[in-house]
Structure formats: C-alpha cells, structure tokens
C-alpha cells in the first residue's frame, strides 16, 4: 500500500543500557513489512526532559523520518524504560507530525498508586549484577569490578530518568485512547504482574499479551512481535478511518 494511511512508521525507544535484540527485532520487522523504522533515544537526564532539549531532537529526527517515508501512521514502541519514552513523546509527536500515533509497551512496567516502578536506581552493584547474568551479560565482564563499576553506574542514572518518566506519568495521566502491551514470564526484574495492570492508567482500551520469554524480544518472539504490532497498527488505521 501507498499514500499517508497505507504506509506507516515504527519508531523504537530501547530499554536502559542499550537496544540489544529488540531493537534489532523491530528494525527486523519493519524492514519485512516494508514499513519505515527510527530509533530514538532515551532522554539522557531529566534537564533533558525539562528544557524540552530531548523532545526537539526526537521530534527533528521524526520530521526528518516523514519526510523520507511520507507515512500516514506511526507506531511508537518502547522497550522497558523506553516505553515511558514512547508515553511521554506520544502527544507531542502526534500534533507536532499531524499524524495518528499509536504505542506498544515491551516489558514496560505500570507505575504503582505513588507512581513508583521497579529500578536500577537504588541498587548495589551486586544486585545488579545479578539481573545482568540473568539475561545473559558475559560473566567474565561482571567478574571485573571496573567493568561492573562503570556498568552499574550507567544503568543506575539511566533508571533515575526513568523514575523521573514513570512520576510524570502518574501525575499528568497516561495519554492513549488505545494501548497495546507485551509482557512475558521469564523478565527476571519486570515479570507479568508488573505489565498487566495498565488498563487502570488508560482511558480506553487496553491489549495485555503475556508470553514466554526473557526480557529482551529475540528472534524466538519474532512472530508474536509482528502480530503485536499489527494489532496495534490497526487500531491507529481504526483512528483515522
């Protein structure tokens, strides 16, 4: 399909640390479906956030996607941490592309009562360690305590920013009408039971899918990703229609 609603964007934010199998999951994806792919980052620090200097590049280099694309619909998915990207650029990238906007949350955790989530923040580098070798960070390198020094450090500001997102969206509400969800069993920091309680953040409807798996998207996901972001590429044409 061509013209502004047959073509559509995927825009990926990616978890704190790095984009790692999501990311190239998506980009996978997009290119498979012949639907344009951007990657935007994560807000660096919260003075980022308050001068507005993250939501201007993210939106110059949106700009710069739609023109390449001329993409009637995009699609913001936020891996962990990047799905409180995804909520907060929501608003601002729909008015500012006059475009229908639509997002799907990876293993993004619900904020509580008091808009606290799971962190990095406040953990030791032990602990950290840990969740790591979970997901498969080489030993030999948290066996190093230079590298896991400079490691857990950045993890730990990145989670602060993301605390500082979550706060914000417990204050100012979650802006979708429509809110699609992947969430799966075997994320060893934000299992299921911290995904599937968005439907009391959104205004309308929410899509929980919970599935097996780790706290990345790899490859043996890829299908049910593509079938995740179909549904929530729907519901954006269901918008605009």
């Given at each position: 399909?061509?013209?502004?609603?047959?073509?559509?964007?995927?825009?990926?934010?990616?978890?704190?640390?790095?984009?790692?199998?999501?990311?190239?999951?998506?980009?996978?994806?997009a290119?498979?479906r012949?639907?344009?792919?951007?990657?935007?980052?994560?807000p660096?620090?919260?003075e980022?956030?308050?001068?507005?200097e993250w939501?201007?590049e993210c939106?110059?280099g949106l700009?710069?996607?739609?023109?390449?694309?001329?993409?009637?619909?995009?699609?913001?998915?936020?891996?962990?941490?990047?799905?409180f990207?995804?909520l907060?650029?929501?608003?601002?990238l729909?008015?500012h592309?006059?475009?229908?906007?639509?997002?799907?949350l990876?293993?993004?955790?619900?904020?509580?009562?008091?808009?606290?989530i799971?962190?990095?923040?406040?953990?030791?580098?032990?602990?950290?360690?840990?969740?790591?070798?979970?997901?498969?960070f080489?030993?030999?390198?948290?066996d190093?305590e230079?590298?896991?020094?400079?490691?857990?450090?950045r993890?730990?500001?990145?989670?602060?920013v993301a605390?500082?997102?979550?706060?914000?969206?417990?204050t100012?509400?979650?802006?979708p009408?429509v809110?699609?969800?992947?969430?799966?069993?075997?994320?060893?920091?934000?299992?299921?039971?911290?995904c599937?309680?968005?439907?009391?953040?959104?205004r309308g409807?929410?899509?929980v899918?919970?599935?097996?798996g780790?706290?990345?998207?790899?490859?043996?996901?890829?299908?049910?990703?593509?079938?995740t972001?179909?549904?929530?590429?729907?519901?954006?044409?269901?918008?605009?229609?």
């Amino acid at each position: 399909m061509s013209g502004p609603q047959g073509t559509s964007l995927l825009v990926a934010f990616p978890a704190a640390g790095s984009g790692g199998t999501t990311l190239e999951q998506l980009e996978k994806l997009a290119a498979r479906r012949g639907m344009g792919f951007l990657s935007l980052p994560n807000p660096p620090t919260a003075e980022a956030v308050e001068t507005g200097e993250w939501q201007r590049e993210c939106l110059a280099g949106l700009s710069r996607a739609l023109d390449d694309t001329g993409a009637g619909r995009v699609l913001l998915a936020g891996h962990c941490m990047g799905g409180f990207s995804a909520l907060r650029l929501r608003d601002p990238l729909a008015e500012h592309a006059g475009r229908a906007v639509g997002v799907l949350l990876l293993n993004t955790p619900c904020p509580d009562g008091e808009g606290r989530i799971p962190t990095m923040s406040e953990l030791a580098d032990e602990e950290i360690a840990q969740i790591l070798a979970h997901e498969g960070f080489p030993q030999d390198l948290l066996d190093d305590e230079d590298v896991l020094a400079e490691v857990a450090g950045r993890l730990r500001a990145e989670a602060s920013v993301a605390d500082g997102l979550a706060r914000r969206l417990h204050t100012d509400g979650v802006p979708p009408e429509v809110l699609h969800v992947l969430s799966t069993r075997g994320d060893f920091f934000i299992p299921p039971r911290h995904c599937v309680t968005w439907h009391e953040r959104v205004r309308g409807e929410t899509h929980v899918t919970v599935a097996d798996g780790g706290h990345a998207i790899d490859a043996g996901l890829a299908g049910l990703l593509e079938r995740t972001v179909d549904a929530a590429l729907a519901d954006i044409r269901t918008e605009i229609e």
